[in-house]
């Protein structure tokens, strides 16, 4: 038993010894970390011996108790709280460019025209007359024109020996290209009017630069218009539109002629001066008899009226009496 007892620790011992041996040579070949961390020092551990008491057969052999290391590595942690950061964002303000506005220029509305006087011994004219027409354009297109009678043409030419027709004809423009207006004056049953309007303008660059060259327009008005009795002027200061045509017995309507402030007189005496007496062309024609009889078929009407009146009353008096 004591035998067996020996053998056992024997064994432990030489197992302990291996032990500590291999565990010395395993920390001599260690590589110690680049950052060295600082250890702690370390309380040491107390081995109290007991001798143990045995009996006087007992053999007690010493244990080699191999101290142990304990390697504390105290790892402090650093945090850091960030402070909440409170931006206020600048307000962004907004500005809207105001937009550009190309103004481009309105055409200007064509000038109205100005009102001409034209006198000859038999005939004297006043008004302001355009024109409204279509012409061919040099790309062969048709285009629509106006024109102005500039007030200071002059008389050209004039008929006045004929009892029943007079003539006017006004010239202007340049010697190669002259303008024409002639009006024509009739006298039926002793009233006078207008029959005719012809005007040939020859289409310059000056004022139709987009007109095909070498044209020459002709608008011709006939009808009976600027009635007034003999010795008497007719006057209209109202716009007034007649069409025209290109030629006389043409009717086609190729464009207009507008006239207004409209003062005219044919058949004038060698010694007139100025118009005579005019008739205008909003007045009434209703002539004096009209209202004359009228107001005497009221007066008739209200004393018929009256004399009724009268004589009822009569009637009831008198029978009043009778009852009485």
């Known amino acids: 038993m004591f035998h067996n007892k020996l053998i056992t620790l024997t064994i432990l011992s030489t197992a302990c010894l291996l032990t500590a041996a291999q565990l010395s040579v395993n920390l001599s070949k260690a590589e110690l970390p680049s950052t060295v961390v600082p250890i702690l020092p370390i309380k040491e551990e107390t081995t109290t011996i007991t001798p143990s008491t045995t009996t006087p057969s007992t053999t007690t052999t010493p244990t080699s108790t191999t101290p142990s290391t ?22 962004i303000t907004t500005t809207t460019a105001a937009p550009i506005t190309s103004t481009t220029p309105a055409p200007k509305p064509y000038p109205e025209p100005e009102i001409g006087t034209w006198n000859s011994s038999c005939i004297m004219v006043r008004m302001a007359v355009q024109l409204n027409f279509t012409y061919e354009t040099k790309d062969n297109k048709t285009a629509y024109g106006l024109y102005n009678i500039p007030k200071d043409a002059k ?6 020996l004929s009892n029943s027709t007079q003539n006017l004809q006004v ?42 060259e070498n044209q020459t327009i002709q608008l011709i008005y006939r009808g009976g218009i600027f009635t007034a009795p003999t ?42 001066t100025g118009f005579a007496t005019a008739r205008d062309c909003d007045s009434s024609e209703t002539p004096d008899v009209v209202p004359i009889a009228v107001g005497i078929a009221l007066v008739a009407l209200i004393i018929i009226v009256l004399v009724s009146y009268l004589c009822a009353r009569h009637r009831s008096t008198s029978r009043g009496y009778m009852s009485f």
């Open 70 to 91: 304990t390697t504390t590595t105290t790892t402090t942690t650093t945090t850091t709280t960030e402070k909440p950061t409170t931006t206020t964002a600048a307000p």
């Open 231 to 272: 010795q008497m002027s007719y006057h209209c200061t109202r716009p007034q539109v007649f069409n025209v045509t290109e030629t006389i017995g043409n009717t086609k309507i190729v464009g207009t002629v507008k006239v207004h402030d409209v003062q005219t007189e044919a058949f004038r005496s060698a010694n007139a």
């Open 155 to 160: 008389v050209e030419d004039n008929s006045c």
């Open 171 to 212: 010239n202007w423009g340049p010697a190669n290209a002259q303008h024409i207006m002639l009006l024509q004056f009739d006298r039926v049953n002793k009233t006078t009017n207008m029959t005719m309007m012809m005007f040939t303008l020859p289409l310059m660059s000056d004022n139709f630069p987009n007109a095909k």
